[in-house]
């Protein structure tokens, strides 16, 4: 089951990355004065763009990904073996959708009070946006690969 989710942990561990450079790049260059502290507003849709870039970035990931989601599609029925693939590719457009939707939101109740707990105010709206764009780089990966599959 694994081998249907390589493309999309590939690219969940390169936007988590991506991230984790990108918020200490922004946090360092607001505490030194380079940039104005209101840019932390833009910083989920900075995290949208990186999430983009890692789930459509083809790799040998994606090339397996794909091959196995075929083979698997074609065995489920040979009559119509893009059926199942179709039928993925709207799930996994619908779960992306949705992801990006949610990482565009502001994050929940508790998740603020866990922040806030933690002492820190702004770490509710950048871990939020964060988690939520790695799904959207996780599920727009397989997305990729299942549209590279039909």
Same mark, same amino acid.
């Given at each position: 089951?694994?081998?249907?989710?390589?493309?999309?942990?590939?690219?969940?561990?390169?936007? !988590?990355?991506?991230?984790?450079?990108?918020?200490?790049?922004?946090?360092?260059?607001?505490?030194?004065?380079?940039?104005?502290?209101?840019? #932390?507003? !833009?910083?989920?849709?900075? #995290?949208?763009?990186?999430?983009?870039?890692?789930?459509?970035?083809?790799?040998? !990931?994606?090339?397996?990904?794909?091959?196995?989601?075929?083979?698997?599609?074609?065995?489920?029925?040979?009559?119509?073996?893009?059926?199942?693939?179709?039928?993925?590719?709207?799930?996994?457009?619908?779960?992306?959708?949705?992801?990006?939707?949610?990482?565009?939101?502001?994050?929940?109740?508790?998740?603020?009070?866990?922040?806030?707990?933690?002492?820190?105010?702004?770490?509710?709206?950048?871990?939020?946006?964060?988690?939520?764009?790695?799904?959207?780089?996780? !599920?727009?990966?397989?997305?990729?690969?299942?549209?590279?599959?039909?």
């Amino acid at each position: 089951m694994l081998r249907f989710f390589q493309a999309g942990l590939v690219a969940t561990c390169v936007q !988590f990355v991506a991230v984790t450079l990108l918020t200490l790049a922004v946090s360092a260059s607001t505490r030194y004065g380079l940039i104005p502290s209101s840019i #932390y507003r !833009f910083l989920a849709w900075f #995290y949208l763009l990186t999430a983009f870039g890692a789930a459509l970035t083809g790799s040998h !990931f994606v090339d397996a990904t794909t091959a196995h989601i075929r083979h698997a599609s074609r065995l489920m029925r040979p009559a119509e073996p893009d059926l199942a693939a179709r039928i993925l590719l709207t799930q996994l457009w619908l779960t992306t959708a949705g992801l990006i939707v949610l990482s565009l939101r502001p994050p929940p109740e508790a998740l603020r009070q866990a922040g806030l707990c933690l002492g820190n105010v702004d770490t509710a709206s950048i871990a939020w946006p964060a988690l939520m764009t790695g799904g959207v780089a996780c !599920f727009g990966a397989m997305t990729y690969a299942t549209i590279k599959a039909l």
